[in-house]
């Protein structure tokens, strides 16, 4: 399943949709360039699951697989809100702790 080109392709689809992702989101995200492409490789996978999961797209490869540009933005902004969402609570569990 993963070749050179496809390490390729995921590295420049990541790079591309968690930067959008980050545009598109309004908020401060404070990330490196590497944080940002693991985003947008993770929304791709969010998108290639979302993809098969309303679609059927691709069904022998399962749901497991990447996405293309549209797909992986909006899997990146899900996962950036995600993100944001897992951040929040644990920063408050920690202030009601100490």
Known sequence: M????TVVYLIFIGIVAGYLARLL???SDPMTWWQTMLLGIVG?????FGGYL??????DEGFFQPSGLIFSILGAVVALL??????????R???SRG
């Open 2 to 5: 993963f070749n050179f080109w």
């Open 82 to 91: 995600l993100w944001r969402l897992i951040r929040a609570r644990t920063s």
């Open 25 to 27: 989101v309004k908020g």
């Open 54 to 59: 309303l679609f059927g797209w691709d069904e």
């Open 93 to 95: 569990a920690e202030g």
């Open 44 to 48: 791709s996978f969010i998108g290639g």
